[in-house]
């Protein structure tokens, strides 16, 4: 039985307004952790002699730098960026910003570009002395001796090489005491590009190598998923009587404010609930309580950035699932008038169907004059 994760929910508040965001962190996390583990071996593990760790070389690897951060980072610092952003994200005040999606579709973009150039970790080129063509008591060979070999340069040549020049009398150079590293990490020779799996390449292209399984282009691939993924639940937003943020002819503008708005009104010919019977006046008060007791259904992302884009929510990830408005009665008078359906008195707080001003306007019938017959005719003269 699979196990359901559980979502990690952030809380969003701005400019008066509230609602959570949420993510699947934990699925996210798995991936993540995983890479960072599989990148922290080092040394020898790497065909190195320093300790030098895979995940530091990656993290200056000069990728790409986080864009529209406050604190600036030098390009330099490179993949390091992305890495502390997905870090920040297991903090329990970070929310998910559009801005992540950027340098995300950054990196993704460079790696992609990078992936079987000449720039490319497996298509770094090395020539390795052919050991039987060197001369053992100089280590002396000529340049057309070599095999060319891409990828990493610790190859059993390039070991029997040094072996060769350790032991030639008064000699510097020692033995290696590091081993030719998995033949797969390197491809020999000429041409011989777009094939080796060395340890940077693994972190990161790879899809099921032996070092690391799955690589950074494909870690920040499921980073982005995950931005895009997430969701912002009972978002609550003010409606402005005026100034900054959502006004009542905003929000009409979406599906289910105006359906519970025509719902209330009516027709042109046949007043809704909202409206009182006996005066046509629109309910204010209980119109008032029921609008903000709503929660309205946001369909889609079209929507959603619509909401945002009104309310000032753009840099935050996440499509809008739910909203509610906390309103002045005014504002929800006003959302009567939208509808042409309604109109108010000028001069008065008070609005009113428009089917009053036709009974207004409607002409009275004239009386019937009663028709009086002459006395004669009464009788039958």
């Given at each position: 039985?699979?196990?359901?994760?559980?979502?990690?929910?952030?809380?969003?508040?701005?400019?008066?307004?509230?609602?959570?965001?949420?993510?699947?962190?934990?699925?996210?996390?798995?991936?993540?952790?995983?890479?960072?583990?599989?990148?922290?071996?080092?040394?020898?593990?790497?065909?190195?002699?320093?300790?030098?760790?895979?995940?530091?070389?990656?993290?200056?690897?000069?990728?790409?730098?986080?864009?529209?951060?406050?604190?600036?980072?030098?390009?330099?610092?490179?993949?390091?960026?992305?890495?502390?952003?997905?870090?920040?994200?297991?903090?329990?005040?970070?929310?998910?910003?559009?801005?992540?999606?950027?340098?995300?579709?950054?990196?993704?973009?460079?790696?992609?570009?990078?992936?079987?150039?000449?720039?490319?970790?497996?298509?770094?080129?090395?020539?390795?002395?052919?050991?039987?063509?060197?001369?053992?008591?100089?280590?002396?060979?000529?340049?057309?001796?070599?095999?060319?070999?891409?990828?990493?340069?610790?190859?059993?040549?390039?070991?029997?090489?040094?072996?060769?020049?350790?032991?030639?009398?008064?000699?510097?150079?020692?033995?290696?005491?590091?081993?030719?590293?998995?033949?797969?990490?390197?491809?020999?020779?000429?041409?011989?590009?777009?094939?080796?799996?060395?340890?940077?390449?693994?972190?990161?292209?790879?899809?099921?190598?032996n070092l690391v399984s799955l690589g950074l282009l494909s870690v920040c691939k499921e980073a982005k998923k995950l931005i895009g993924e997430s969701e912002i639940e009972n978002l609550v937003l003010p409606v402005m009587d005026e100034g900054d943020g959502l006004l009542a002819e905003e929000i009409f503008r979406l599906p289910a404010v105006k359906k519970w708005v025509m719902e209330k009104v009516g027709t042109a010919t046949s007043p809704g609930v909202g409206i009182n019977k006996k005066t046509l006046h629109w309910s204010d008060r209980p119109m008032h309580r029921d609008f903000q007791s709503q929660k309205f259904d946001v369909q889609g992302v079209a929507e959603s950035n619509f909401i945002k884009r009104a309310a000032g929510y753009e840099k935050y990830a996440g499509v809008i699932q739910t909203v509610q408005f906390v309103v002045s009665r005014r504002q929800v008078r006003k959302l009567a008038t939208v509808s042409k359906v309604c109109k108010k008195y000028p001069g008065r707080d008070v609005v009113y169907h428009i089917s009053k001003d036709t009974k207004k306007a409607k002409p009275k019938k004239a009386a019937k004059k009663k028709e009086v017959k002459k006395w004669m005719e009464v009788i039958g003269k």
């Open positions: 039985m699979v196990k359901k994760t559980k979502k990690t929910s952030r809380p969003i508040k701005i400019k008066g307004g509230s609602g959570t965001q949420v993510f699947d962190l934990d699925k996210f996390n798995a991936i993540y952790d995983k890479w960072k583990q599989e990148c922290n071996v080092k040394g020898s593990a790497l065909g190195l002699t320093s300790e030098v760790s895979l995940l530091e070389l990656v993290s200056g690897h000069g990728v790409v730098a986080r864009p529209y951060t406050k604190n600036t980072v030098s390009r330099d610092k490179g993949a390091g960026t992305i890495l502390e952003m997905m870090d920040e994200w297991e903090n329990d005040i970070t929310i998910l910003e559009m801005v992540d999606i950027i340098a995300l579709d950054e990196i993704i973009e460079k790696l992609e570009t990078m992936a079987d150039s000449d720039n490319d970790p497996r298509n770094i080129r090395f020539t390795v002395p052919i050991p039987s063509e060197v001369d053992e008591d100089t280590g002396d060979y000529d340049e057309d001796d070599v095999t060319e070999v891409y990828g990493h340069y610790r190859t059993p040549d390039y070991i029997e090489f040094r072996k060769i020049l350790s032991e030639i009398p008064g000699s510097k150079v020692n033995a290696e005491t590091i081993e030719a590293v998995d033949s797969s990490w390197y491809a020999e020779g000429k041409g011989a590009t777009n094939s080796a799996e060395p340890p940077m390449w693994q972190a990161l292209f790879s899809k099921g190598s």
